[in-house]
């Protein structure tokens, strides 16, 4: 386990910013304790000071999961973010949809095609009247 | 009948024999020469010229034929060295080689001269000649010539000295004997040391690398500069340990695996540190704008205009040229470009 070189952290929050945009801070720099990245093999685990205390001293063969892996580093060192990630970023997420193609198919589609369908709850339409047209 | 055919035997006999004589008999017209020390024989006869011309199959077939006659010759050649049976009556016949007269080159170079000791150099600056001593000594108490050192040596045998004086000024209660037993071995240590040390300067000098140094010219690579830099900071009697650093110089030393391994922060650093770190850079990510490095900058643009320098001299050099290339006319010996061009710029001249 080590922490994320500067290379390492850019592509982390470049990755994460498409998702959360200017939200990535909270993440950094919480209220309620210190947080912080960690690489272990390949990939990247969010974790409190706590757990990265008691992780230090496990030793490295027998280390599985230390904290809440958001994604890997793949061998060219691009980031994958990871569906684990969810929880975290859910909170800050620009915007939920459900895709209406499938990724081959979305390719394929001429530009006026719908691609994602918004799902609202029930109370949506009466929250935000105002801007809805 | 019988008759013809005997005749034809008889014929037919001769021809064999003179077959066999012809294969052991070999025409030359000069002689060869011979080292049969070294198992060589050297023609000096001028070989067919016409057909060894080419590669085929001509030219195989004459070579072999060489071969074949000079071996023959050189073969009866070793047949009338003296020979003898090896290993008893019933062992093989060995002939006795002469000495070899024909001088091989040297396999591996010669030995290079090793560096004087220090007390050959003490010698050299003193003017001390070496002085050849006898081998033998006279023994007055022997009355006899004996040896300096060794076997029955002139001294008298010092395994049975039974008396050792105790010298003025020294410790009444020191074993003599322990003494110069002691001594003797410091003596012998000492000079094995002096031995060890010379042959370790020896070597280190057949070995030492030429460090590069620096131009009086000015034009230097950049990685040369940055080497010696290296080793001009090392050079202090505290190998560098107190050397102030250079402005750009980096802080972290050289690494003894010499840059094979990485180095990351530690695990448990300082973490309000790197939230800081992280936060700033997410600043900078967010910020939309170019960050300004001011040394790529100032380089990029000290390069251009060397460039641009470089471009006008050569372009200068080439007019130059021309002109007195269309002066001189025909006359053969033209000015042509004054300098070299550089190579960016000779594409666009034309």
């Known amino acids: 386990m080590r922490p994320l070189t500067e290379a390492e952290t850019r592509a982390v929050f470049e990755k994460l ?3 959360i945009g200017e939200n990535i801070q909270l993440l950094v720099d919480r209220p309620d304790g210190t947080y912080c990245f960690r690489l272990h093999c390949d990939r990247v685990y969010y974790l409190s000071e706590k757990l990265l205390k008691v992780a230090a001293s496990v030793p490295r063969d027998n280390l599985v999961s230390p904290g809440t892996c958001f994604g890997k580093f793949t061998k060219t060192q691009k980031f994958r973010l990871s569906v684990t990630a969810l929880d975290f970023l859910a909170p800050y997420a620009k ?5 209406a193609k499938s990724t081959q198919e979305c390719r394929k589609v001429d530009p006026m095609a719908i691609v994602v369908f918004h799902q609202a709850d029930v109370g949506e339409y009466v929250r935000n009247e105002d801007t809805l047209t | 009948m019988a008759a013809v055919r005997v005749e034809e035997v008889l014929a037919a006999a001769e021809e064999q024999e003179a077959e066999k004589r012809r294969s052991v008999t070999v025409e030359k017209e000069l002689e060869l020469e011979f080292d049969l020390g070294n198992l060589l024989a050297l023609d000096r006869n001028p070989p067919a010229a016409v057909e ?3 590669a085929g199959p001509r030219r195989e077939a004459l070579l072999r034929a060489l071969a074949r006659d000079n071996t023959q010759l050189l073969v009866a050649r070793l047949w009338e060295l003296p020979a003898e049976r090896a290993g008893g009556a019933g062992g093989p016949l060995v002939a006795r080689l002469p000495e070899p007269a024909f001088r091989l080159p040297r396999e591996k170079p010669p030995p290079r001269p090793r560096p004087p000791t220090r007390w050959e150099q003490f010698a050299r600056l003193k003017g001390i000649r070496r002085r050849k001593r006898t081998s033998l000594v006279w023994d007055e108490q022997a009355k006899e010539w004996r040896r300096r050192w060794g076997y029955r040596r002139a001294g ?19 074993d003599q004997f322990a003494r110069l037993r002691r001594e003797k071995r410091e003596r012998v240590a000492r000079n094995e040391l002096n031995r060890l040390r010379n042959l370790a300067r020896a070597h280190r000098a057949g070995t030492a690398v030429p460090a590069a140094p620096l131009h009086p010219t000015g034009h230097q690579s950049r990685e ?3 080497h010696v830099a290296r080793v001009a900071r090392v050079s ?6 107190f050397q102030p650093r250079l402005p750009k110089e980096p802080v972290e030393p050289p690494s003894r695996s010499g840059g094979r391994k990485r180095r990351f922060e530690p695990l448990l650093g300082n973490l309000a540190a790197e939230r800081s770190r992280q936060l700033e850079l997410l600043r900078d990510m967010s910020s939309k704008k170019p960050v300004l490095d001011i040394t790529r900058a100032v380089n990029k643009q000290l390069r251009q205009e060397e460039a641009e320098a470089a471009a006008a001299k ?3 050099q080439s007019q130059r040229g021309k002109r007195g290339r269309r002066q001189q006319g025909a006359g053969g010996v033209s000015g042509g470009l004054g300098g070299p061009v550089p190579p960016s710029f000779a594409g666009t001249d034309r």
Do not use: H, I, M, N
Request: hydrophobic content about 35%.
């Open chain 1, 17 to 19: 910013g498409r998702y």
């Open chain 1, 95 to 99: 915007g939920f949809g459900v895709a």
């Open chain 2, 52 to 54: 060894l011309r080419g």
């Open chain 2, 156 to 174: 008298g045998d010092p395994a049975r000295a039974w008396l050792a004086e105790v010298p003025e000024g020294a410790d009444p209660e020191e």
């Open chain 2, 224 to 226: 040369e500069l940055g």
């Open chain 2, 236 to 241: 202090t009697a505290s190998l560098g340990r």
């Open chain 2, 314 to 316: 050569g372009k200068k």
